[in-house]
């Protein structure tokens, strides 16, 4: 079923609605999400889903370091002020890739194929140039990689002119910059402090060096931001050619992420205004003609996950929306997490334990939790609505959720045909919410998220 797509362009501003916005929600890049990890999952579990691996799989390669820590960063990662940590670190992730290698697929009869590998962190180049080809060299011997395509995020601020001959060498062609605005003000109210040119500098490197798929990761709700403080950070986006631009809405949770401490909550804009800064910039990238991917992703409409959402494929997982249509999602490194159809699993976050289990040659998955075939389902239903704005959800399901979806029906942001679900053009930013209502975790929690826009 096809339901006036929320992802159609849109000629006036979203209705506003603080009642059904007042929920922080999660991000559902999984479900169940993080939330739900318990030591009830961990290597023993994580060994035996490595060893039924069959088909097409994806990696992502975890590099907690960064020369810098920003203030609102709330990524697993400390500085590289410590050559002997990194090092120790370096020596650990070898050992794990040679670990899972040996044990992917063990037991299965099918051939298992690396289709793509994602470097984040972190910021990957804090580790040398050098230290990434070995990483390479060491995935390319230890695993059945099988031509993947190469994605990475990085620093501008600390990408130097000799990574862009070794990201060409290794077939780098999806980059990731972390530019998050342009404003000089607001770099130092979030200790994000680059200037245009150096973001120039960077794009211009990655484009020498082969990138196809360059992404500029931007924000909206910074301390002190104002609607042409965005603008200007957007426009910026577009000149300098960002084939994808994810435009997130800072999430200030101190008491989750001690380091916010050092912003200034007071100088934060209210829901209203970052409601608003939200639409300005969909109004924006979608004026230009960019494809509006989820709520808060675009892509130019050559871009492979453009195309992926225009044919109905587009995906979700812990890396975000993804035109990654692999089964499998094996993480490496200390955090990182691992999907499997009926199983999560993340590794030691702790990067001295993370050391200590692979020094053992123990597989360091410390906690995760088992997916149920209702959760699976749940899932899907969860990820249709963030990805297509539509799901089939059951005529159950749509008993059970009457009373909370009516306000939402009620206000023109859903329609209901049949068992199927849609959210309309104007519902758009009440996605996540609207989601949530299908997630029974979530009914009597009192954990912390972040804003729903």
């Given at each position: 079923?096809?339901?006036?797509?929320?992802?159609?362009?849109?000629a006036v501003?979203?209705?506003?609605?603080?009642?059904l916005?007042?929920?922080?929600?999660?991000?559902y890049?999984?479900?169940?999400?993080?939330?739900?990890?318990?030591?009830?999952?961990g290597?023993?579990e994580?060994?035996?889903?490595?060893?039924?691996?069959?088909?097409?799989?994806?990696?992502?390669?975890?590099?907690?370091?960064?020369?810098?820590?920003?203030?609102?960063?709330?990524?697993?990662?400390?500085?590289?002020?410590?050559?002997?940590?990194?090092t120790?670190?370096?020596?650990?992730?070898?050992?794990?890739?040679?670990?899972?290698?040996?044990?992917?697929?063990?037991?299965?009869?099918?051939?298992?194929?690396?289709?793509?590998?994602?470097?984040?962190?972190?910021?990957?180049?804090?580790?040398?140039?050098l230290?990434?080809?070995?990483?390479?060299?060491?995935?390319?011997?230890?695993?059945?990689l099988?031509?993947?395509?190469?994605?990475?995020?990085?620093?501008?601020r600390?990408?130097?002119?000799?990574?862009?001959?070794?990201?060409?060498?290794?077939?780098?062609?999806?980059?990731?910059?972390?530019?998050?605005?342009?404003?000089?003000?607001?770099?130092?109210?979030?200790?994000?402090?680059?200037?245009?040119?150096?973001?120039e500098?960077?794009?211009?490197?990655?484009?020498?060096?082969?990138?196809?798929?360059?992404?500029?990761d931007?924000?909206?709700?910074?301390?002190?931001?104002?609607?042409?403080?965005?603008a200007?950070?957007?426009?910026?986006?577009?000149?300098?050619?960002?084939?994808?631009?994810?435009?997130?809405?800072?999430?200030?949770?101190?008491?989750?992420?001690?380091r916010?401490q050092?912003?200034?909550?007071?100088?934060?804009?209210?829901?209203?205004?970052?409601?608003?800064?939200a639409?300005?910039?969909?109004?924006q990238?979608?004026?230009?003609?960019?494809?509006?991917?989820?709520?808060?992703?675009?892509?130019?409409?050559?871009?492979?996950?453009?195309?992926?959402?225009?044919?109905?494929?587009?995906?979700?997982?812990?890396?975000?929306?993804?035109?990654?249509?692999?089964?499998?999602?094996?993480?490496?490194?200390?955090?990182?997490?691992?999907?499997?159809?009926?199983?999560?699993?993340?590794?030691?976050?702790?990067?001295?334990?993370?050391?200590?289990?692979?020094?053992?040659?123990?597989?360091?998955?410390?906690?995760?939790?088992?997916?149920s075939?209702?959760?699976?389902?749940?899932?899907?239903?969860?990820?249709?609505?963030?990805?297509?704005?539509?799901?089939?959800?059951?005529?159950?399901?749509?008993?059970?959720?009457?009373g909370?979806?009516?306000?939402?029906?009620?206000?023109?942001?859903?329609?209901?045909?049949?068992?199927?679900?849609?959210?309309?053009?104007?519902?758009?930013?009440?996605?996540?919410?609207?989601?949530?209502?299908f997630?029974?975790?979530?009914?009597d929690?009192?954990?912390?998220?972040?804003?729903?826009?």
């Open positions: 079923m096809t339901v006036d797509s929320p992802f159609d362009q849109i501003m979203w209705p506003y609605h603080p009642d916005l007042a929920r922080p929600v999660p991000r890049t999984s479900f169940p999400t993080a939330a739900e990890f318990s030591g009830a999952v290597g023993a994580q060994a035996a889903a490595l060893g039924r691996v069959t088909g097409d799989v994806s990696l992502y390669v975890h590099i907690p370091f960064c020369e810098e820590i920003c203030w609102y960063c709330g990524c697993n990662t400390s500085r590289t002020n410590r050559a002997a940590r990194l120790s670190y370096l020596d650990a992730l070898h050992r794990e890739i040679a670990v899972v290698g040996a044990r992917l697929g063990a037991e299965s009869d099918g051939e298992v194929a690396v289709r793509r590998i994602a470097f984040g962190g972190g910021s990957p180049n804090a580790i040398s140039p230290d990434f080809v070995r990483l390479i060299d060491a995935l390319t011997l230890a695993l059945p099988r031509d993947p395509v190469i994605s990475i995020e990085l620093d501008p600390t990408l130097a002119p000799d990574w862009g001959m070794v990201l060409r060498h290794v077939g780098v062609t999806r980059a990731s910059l972390g530019v998050q605005t342009l404003s000089p003000r607001l770099q130092a109210a979030i200790g994000r402090v680059q200037s245009r040119e150096v973001i500098a960077g794009t211009d490197l990655l484009r020498r060096a082969g990138v196809t798929s360059l992404n500029y931007l924000m909206y709700g910074l301390p002190g931001q104002t609607d042409a403080d965005l200007e950070s957007v426009e910026a986006a577009i000149t300098l050619g960002a084939d994808r631009i994810a435009l997130f809405g800072y999430a200030h949770v101190p008491q989750v992420n001690p916010q050092r912003i200034d909550a007071s100088a934060l804009p209210g829901q209203e205004d970052r409601f608003r800064m639409w300005n910039g969909w109004e990238l979608t004026g230009v003609g960019y494809r509006p991917i989820g709520f808060d992703h675009f892509a130019l409409p050559g871009d492979a996950i453009a195309r992926a959402a225009d044919a109905g494929r587009l995906h979700r997982n812990f890396q975000g929306f993804t035109e990654d249509e692999a089964p499998v999602l094996i993480g490496l490194g200390a955090s990182s997490i691992s999907q499997f159809p009926d199983l999560y699993v993340q590794n030691e976050k702790n990067s001295g334990r993370y050391r200590m289990l692979l020094s053992q040659d123990l597989l360091p998955g410390a906690v995760g939790v088992a997916r075939p209702a959760d699976q389902a749940t899932g899907l239903i969860i990820e249709q609505l963030l990805c297509a704005g539509e799901a089939r959800v059951g005529q159950e399901r749509l008993v059970q959720l009457h909370a979806l009516a306000p939402f029906a009620e206000r023109g942001l859903v329609e209901v045909r049949g068992d199927w679900l849609a959210i309309r053009s104007d519902g758009l930013p009440y996605a996540r919410t609207i989601a949530a209502l997630d029974p975790y979530r009914q929690s009192q954990r912390r998220f972040s804003s729903a826009v």
